[in-house]
C-alpha cells in the first residue's frame, strides 16, 4: 500500500490543473487519480442503496423499540384488566396491543439528532463532503509534503492522508464512507 493525498475541487478545470501540477511536481500521472464523490449516504455500497443498512443514528432504535413495546405492553394489558367488568376478557387484550403500539413510539428517544456523536464513534467524524476528488499515490513518504503544498497552492479543500493503491488513475480501494484522516 501507497501514501494517498487526496484533495477536493469544486469544477472539473481545478481537476485537470491540479493533475498537470502533480506531474510538473514530479508524480507519476499513472498514480493520480480525479474522479467525483457523491453526497454522504449515496454511494449505493449496499444491496437497498444508500452507504449502510442501518443508519448510524438509529443503531439504538431497536433497543428501544423492545424496551417502549414490553412497557407499554405491560401498562395496557394492566389497565385493560382493570376494565375487564366493562369491556370483558378483551380488555386486557386490546390494552397490552394498544399500549405495546404506543410503547414502541419510546424508541424515537433512543435515535440520535444530526451531529450527535454515536456511541460507538462511528460519526464523530464527519463524512466527505461531495465534490470532484483528487488524489496522488506515491512510496516516498518525502513527497508527502509537496503533494500537500501542490494541492493547497491550487486551493483544494479537505485534504486527506490514505493508504491504498492507484493504478492506472483508479483508487480502486478507495471507501467513500470510511473516516477521512483530514490534515488540512
Not at 474522479?35 to 449505493?44: A, E, I, K, R, V
Not at 405491560?74 to 389497565?79: D, I, N
Not at 493547497?152 to 483508487?171: F, K, M, S, T, Y
Amino acid at each position: 500500500m501507497s501514501t494517498i493525498i487526496a484533495g477536493r475541487f469544486q469544477l472539473q478545470d481545478e481537476v485537470d490543473r491540479a493533475r498537470a501540477a502533480l506531474v510538473e511536481a514530479g508524480f507519476d500521472l499513472e498514480r493520480i487519480s480525479g474522479f467525483y464523490l457523491t453526497q454522504p449516504g449515496q454511494h449505493d455500497m449496499t444491496p437497498i442503496g444508500g452507504d449502510h443498512i442501518q443508519s448510524p443514528g438509529a443503531k439504538e432504535a431497536p433497543e428501544g423499540v423492545m424496551q417502549g413495546v414490553a412497557t407499554g405492553g405491560a401498562v395496557g394489558a394492566a389497565v385493560g384488566a382493570a376494565t375487564i367488568p366493562v369491556t370483558g376478557p378483551l380488555g386486557p387484550v386490546v390494552g397490552g396491543l394498544v399500549g405495546g403500539h404506543v410503547g414502541s413510539l419510546f424508541s424515537f428517544s433512543k435515535m440520535k439528532d444530526r451531529g450527535e456523536p454515536e456511541e460507538g464513534g462511528e460519526n464523530a467524524v464527519p463524512p466527505r463532503p461531495a465534490g470532484m476528488l483528487v488524489a496522488v499515490a506515491f512510496d516516498d513518504t518525502g513527497l508527502e509534503d509537496t503533494a500537500i503544498a501542490t494541492l493547497r497552492r491550487l486551493g483544494a479543500h479537505h485534504i486527506e492522508r490514505a493508504q491504498g493503491n492507484i493504478v492506472d488513475g483508479d483508487w480502486a480501494d478507495f471507501d467513500p464512507s470510511s473516516r477521512p484522516d483530514v490534515i488540512a
